[in-house]
């Protein structure tokens, strides 16, 4: 991260987030693991989540490219595991994870069982493929990105969320939009953005949905525990984009339990 792109975060962090600091500060652990395609911007979306926390006291981060913290079990000399933790974010890891079937089950018991938050940014939907349950929990897997990086037509279905009021009903990003699977199911999460299906080009033999419907991102419920997902988030510049950066800082306030929005499934509104 060059030291413009950091002063301009710094700078943006302190001009919108003076948020009081709760009684009890949350503790966020960041995974960056990359085992398939490394993004340029995993730097900059592990230091903005740092940096979040940081300006308003509502957490403590901690970042890490490995994922020996990925358990209930007992780690190192340190000695945090889960149990220390709030929330987990995924800041755009793809592959299979260094992951043994145990941790697997830890993770999916923080969330689904002690209802605690997971975050999946951008290729954290191009990560675990071979893990049945992952899916389920995030909502989808990626299936390509039909159109690369491009100048992305967005609506906003869901103004009255924290996560997403700050946006328009329609507006554009150049970012990398990712093509959920088949597996991705309206029935199964709240969507917030879509791209406006009405701009695309689907000339594009990439292009697999045959409803069109490319969810940008989404709330959804996993047990017990609060899901957020968006693909946005693929280019350095974005994190220094005002609304994707509070898009996320909200996103995770949301996770934390610290705000409320809908997670009820609904069709496509417009």
């Known amino acids: 991260m060059n030291l413009i792109r950091l002063a301009a975060i710094l700078l943006l962090a302190a001009a919108t987030f003076r948020a009081a600091?709760?009684?009890?500060?949350?503790?966020?652990?960041?995974?960056?693991?990359?085992?398939?395609?490394?993004?340029?911007?995993v730097s900059d979306a592990m230091g903005s989540v740092w940096k979040m926390g940081r300006e308003t006291g509502l957490w403590d981060t901690y970042l890490r490219t490995d994922t020996e913290l990925l358990t209930k079990g007992k780690v190192g000399p340190n000695g945090k595991n889960l149990d220390d933790f709030n929330l987990i974010v995924f800041a755009s890891t793809t592959g299979e994870l260094d992951l043994t079937?145990?941790?697997?089950?830890?993770?999916?018991?923080?969330?689904?069982?002690?209802?605690?938050g997971f975050v999946g940014i951008h290729a954290a939907l191009d990560t675990n493929y071979k893990w049945p349950e992952y899916g389920e929990m995030i909502g989808a897997w990626f299936d390509q990105h039909p159109w690369g990086t491009f100048w992305a037509p967005i609506l906003?279905?869901?103004?009255?969320?924290?996560?997403?009021r700050h946006l328009p009903e329609a507006f554009a990003k150049f970012d990398e939009i990712y093509q959920p699977s088949k597996e991705f199911s309206r029935e199964k999460?709240?969507?917030?953005?879509?791209?406006?299906?009405?701009?695309?080009?689907?000339?594009?033999?990439?292009?697999?949905?045959?409803?069109?419907?490319?969810?940008?991102?989404?709330?959804?419920?996993y047990g017990q525990g609060r899901v957020f997902y968006s693909t946005l988030g693929h280019t350095n510049e974005s994190w220094s984009?005002?609304?994707?950066?509070?898009?996320?800082?909200?996103?995770i306030k949301w996770a934390l339990g610290l705000t409320e929005s809908s997670v009820q499934p609904h069709a496509i509104s417009r």
Request: hydrophobic share 35%; charged share 35%; no cysteine.
């Open 241 to 251: 984009d005002p609304d994707i950066y509070r898009m996320y800082f909200e996103a």
């Open 156 to 164: 906003n279905e869901d103004a009255s969320s924290p996560i997403t």
């Open 21 to 41: 600091p709760p009684p009890n500060k949350k503790r966020i652990l960041v995974i960056a693991q990359t085992k398939g395609f490394e993004h340029d911007s």
């Open 101 to 116: 079937e145990q941790q697997k089950k830890d993770i999916l018991a923080f969330v689904h069982d002690d209802g605690k």
């Open 189 to 221: 999460v709240h969507v917030l953005l879509r791209l406006d299906g009405r701009k695309l080009d689907y000339n594009n033999p990439r292009v697999k949905r045959q409803d069109h419907d490319f969810a940008v991102a989404w709330t959804k419920m």
